[in-house]
């Protein structure tokens, strides 16, 4: 009878709580509802009356802001609404489904195509129902804000403002590909444009800011931006050349273009110029014009809601995408929480892949949290990324891959994780692609992989407040090589693989690089300079000054070799680089053809170049390798209180390549030469390790991607060992420590996650 009444007495403390949070929800969301209720203009007589729970949440150490509060301990849920998907008569049974799993955060698309129906009138009775089913199930909303794309009406009363693209071709209404929606391409430049945008802008955030389950906005997806050349937009570009040259006369020099006559006859380059200064002024104009507009838009929701985050998310893809305005550090500062889209169906399902996504990202947030804004779950189908690839490749993920992708994200410092869809879309061309749920809402061992990742990673708060150790070597991001590769060959690949070699060539001994911007030189005691083919002097001045502090620089051929506005130096290397590599070229050859297979010896070391070739002369320095041919291929040099090593080709871009076990030795070699201690090593180079540290304590991320178990040994440094090892938080994977060595096996597509204590 105890027994009973003992359960009786639990049953009804356990209803009471459900209770009280139930009138919590009731009483603010009918609050918010009678707040709302004059701005209505469409009805909504189908939307669905609060009756759920509320849920508890604790900030994430990073995050200062006034939703901290409010804000998950790890966020974890996806996409679910982008009108029309998924049915309406399934939404209560998936909020529902989606809460039991775990998920905590739904992301819709806001689309004011969809919701301005015509001017001035809004339909929001879609929307409205998404957020009062989040605040019965104790689900979190990010609003996602999609403005770009306008409705229809729009290009028939502001004909101007449609966007043109590089072959003058006119904006016209099309039907989206992730959404079953039309929609019209419209350019902001345009003030009619952009007016009404924020004014769509300014209702959503008065309709949702006080919503119970509004967390926060992301204000651009994936940081696209069209190249349009509409005339707004050539205006805008004639008032930046302005601001840069001061006169006609000054941009035609620069440009070597002396007959414009008058500046409305300036207009951008009709192609990527093969690397003359008016490309790329044109490629710098649409990153700053894109900077200008997400600020403004950054802007008006600060104005308007102090209380909600700001979010944003890109693509990771600074390295090759830059010249299309892909630039994380720009675009991370503007908001409180970052993000990136990254799915192996697209990029390729090698691991340093997703690593080097992740790592890209976290550098550009510069300490601030930022979450897999878009992973993958389900497959992806027939699109033109897939075809000729393996199974394996990423297009048919099952569990195991779910479980990988997510951890994986999390040994690189991701705190938080969503789909690009919780469910699948049932129509367009990507139908069926990317979400753990089954095409019906039904629960499927992907999301129920998806279940147990996001509850473990909640129910271990101390986790999150430990960060990703600051890698031993910083490879340097310099904007102006990417564009110059893009103007120069009409594509970024010398530059992309070039970087992304020295990147794999670390990351293959378990060696931590971290991405770092230029103007942060000084955070790293050694830095590696890929493809540095194009600087601006003020690049150049920061590099000298760098070394001469005491930094260590290791750099790749032809550095500045053209300098200012794509202008060659007579003088090699040029803008007085020469004196810092303690160098000056003998021979230079341009025949990338040619040198797919080139060599060179450089510390005892065979390693491979590739592109391009520089011999080069001593002045100062000393020689350190050399060409089949016997001449000087290498050179190293004491400048200041710091050093140099210049090396006459891209060995990056020669790694990216062969992968040959001599250059791999080559760049682990490095650490020593720049006076570095590897923190953490691996003995099977497939299982990667990563430390984290903070208030949250120090642990080994142990990540094994492969598809068979794996016994490793961990090398540690002395001050990393700890006493002893805590219980693996994931998998509960014995350890065990002995010296500085940490032995483990980790199952296959796995993760041990071991706290140092």
Known sequence: MNKIMNGRNGMIKRNKGRIIGLLVVVLSTLFYHQANSQSVTVSAKNQAKPTGKSSAVSPPAAL????????????????????????????????????????????????????????????????????????????????????????????????????????????????????????????????????????????????????????????????????????????????????????????????????????????????????????????????????????????????????????????????????????????????????????????????????????????????????????????????????????????????????????????????????????????????????????????????EMASKVAKWANANPELWKSRPVKGEIGIVWIPESSIFNYVQQGNTDYYTQSARGVYQAFFDSNIQPDFVHIDNLNEYPVVYLPYPVMLKQETATKLIEYVEKGGRLICEGLPAYFGDRGHVGEVQPNLGLSRLFGAREKYVEFTPDLLENLTLQVRGSKINGRYFLQEYLTEGGKAVGTFDNGSTAAVENVFGKGKTLLIGSFPGAGYFLHHSPDSRKFFAGLLEWGNIAQRVSSSDPNVKVRLHEGAGGKYLWVVNPTRTSREVTIGLTAGDVGSRLGKDLWAGTAATLNGKTVKVTVGDRDVAVIPLQ
């Open 64 to 447: 200062r802001h006034p939703a901290a509060d409010r804000t998950p301990v790890f966020p974890y849920g996806g996409v679910y609404f982008r009108k029309s998907n998924p049915p309406s008569e399934d939404w209560s049974k998936d909020y529902k489904t989606a809460s039991d799993l775990g998920a905590n955060m739904f992301r819709h698309w806001f689309m004011w195509a969809v919701i301005e129906v015509a001017p001035g009138k809004y339909d929001w009775s879609d929307y409205d129902r998404q957020m009062d089913l989040a605040a019965q199930n104790g689900i979190k909303t990010i609003i996602g804000e999609i403005s770009n794309v306008a409705p229809e009406w729009m290009g028939e009363i502001y004909p101007k403002g449609r966007e043109v693209n590089s072959t003058n071709t006119v904006s016209y209404p099309a039907m989206g590909g992730s959404s079953a929606t039309s929609s019209i391409n419209m350019c902001l430049d345009n003030e009619d444009v952009l007016r009404e945008a924020e004014k769509f802008q300014t209702a959503l955030i008065e309709r949702y800011r006080d919503h119970p389950s509004m967390l926060g906005y992301d204000l651009w997806n994936e940081m696209h931006f069209s190249e349009c050349r509409c005339e707004a937009t050539q205006e805008r570009f004639r008032e930046w050349l302005k601001a840069k040259y001061g006169s006609l006369e000054e941009l035609g020099k620069a440009w070597h273009r002396y007959s414009f006559a008058k500046w409305e006859f300036v207009r951008p380059p009709s192609s990527r110029s093969g690397g003359y200064a008016d490309a790329m002024d044109w490629v710098e104009f649409r990153n700053d014009n894109k900077s200008r507009l997400l600020n403004r838009r950054v802007e008006l929701f600060r104005k308007l809601d102090k209380k909600n985050l700001i979010t944003g998310h890109g693509l990771a893809r600074s390295l090759e995408q830059h010249p299309s305005t892909q630039n994380e550090w720009r675009d991370a500062a503007k908001f409180d929480v970052f993000g990136f889209t990254w799915v192996a169906s697209r990029n390729g399902n090698e691991p340093w892949r997703q690593f080097q996504a992740v790592d890209l990202v976290r550098a550009g947030s510069r300490g601030k949290p930022f979450w897999h804004a878009e992973a993958e779950a389900g497959s992806l189908w027939m699109q033109p990324q897939v075809p000729g690839r393996a199974r394996e490749d990423g297009r048919i993920s099952d569990a195991k891959d779910v479980r990988i992708w997510n951890l994986m994200s999390m040994a690189g410092g991701a705190t938080g994780i969503l789909y690009p869809r919780w469910r699948p879309l049932l129509d367009g061309p990507l139908w069926g692609a990317f979400g753990p749920m089954g095409m019906d809402g039904s629960v499927t061992p992907k999301s």
